[in-house]
């Protein structure tokens, strides 16, 4: 079956600008989370939506924000581009929120000029 | 504070060798750990996931233990190739669903 799509793979933005990216889950899987994460650094939790609703949130700005559609697919919004924005954005899907394990999409390689 | 500690934050070796990769955690309550393979520029993909009764679970040439009581796990990597040169992610979940905690990672670059 095929895994967790997102999309773009790459995308270049400059400063001010604001930027959608897209996570298609797991057929099934009704969970899906987001990262963030910066060269050299871990993987810093931004999101979880479940069914549509907003179950988790990390520690970042509101310029951050998401929303889940009706068949899962998930979409992630930066508003007002910084710098340091530049990272490898990843999500994840599970079949519910669940501590078992997700699996992970290729990611979105965002770049802020 | 929930923390998951990882060491080292690199390491080099030579292909055919072992290598075991720690990672301490404070996380409770505890319900799963998960040891992650992630390469460059690529999303992260699981490798063992083991619950709080297990303390060992094996993976091809990866071994994953854990160690409940001192909050301790390891990966052993068997036989190193170059395709192992990666980073490796410990991810430990509470009790309370939807929660998880990462590690930093350690980097491992396996050479000829």
């Known amino acids: 079956k095929a895994g967790v799509t997102q999309t773009p793979r790459y995308l270049i933005k400059t400063r001010g600008q604001q930027v959608t990216l897209s996570c298609s889950p797991i057929?099934?899987?009704?969970?899906v989370s987001w990262y963030q994460q910066t060269p050299g650094q871990g993987l810093q939790f931004l999101f979880e939506?479940?069914?549509?609703?907003?179950?988790n949130k990390g520690n970042f700005p509101g310029r951050f924000s998401g929303r889940q559609f009706s068949n899962s697919r998930s979409e992630m919004n930066v508003s007002t581009l910084e710098l340091g924005d530049s990272a490898l954005y990843l999500c994840?899907?599970?079949?519910?929120?669940?501590?078992?394990?997700?699996?992970f999409g290729s990611g979105t390689r965002l770049t802020v000029v | 504070k929930n923390q998951v500690e990882q060491s080292p934050q690199s390491l080099i070796i030579l292909e055919g060798k072992n290598c075991t990769l720690q990672?301490?955690?404070?996380?409770?309550?505890?319900?799963?750990l998960r040891w992650y393979k992630q390469d460059t520029g690529r999303g992260p993909v699981s490798l063992t996931i083991?619950?709080?009764?297990?303390n060992t679970k094996s993976n091809g040439r990866y071994t994953a233990t854990l160690d409940a009581d001192t909050k301790q796990s390891s990966l052993h990597i068997t036989a190193s190739q170059l395709s192992d040169s990666a980073s490796y992610i410990c991810?430990?979940?509470?009790?309370?669903?939807?929660?998880?905690?990462f590690g930093d990672g350690t980097t491992l670059t396996v050479k000829p």
């Open positions: 057929s099934g899987h009704r969970s």
């Open positions: 083991m619950t709080f009764s297990e």
């Open positions: 990672c301490n955690y404070t996380v409770s309550p505890f319900s799963n």
């Open positions: 994840a899907s599970s079949l519910v929120p669940t501590t078992d394990g997700y699996t």
């Open positions: 939506y479940f069914s549509e609703t907003q179950r």
């Open positions: 991810v430990v979940s509470h009790t309370n669903a939807g929660k998880s905690t």
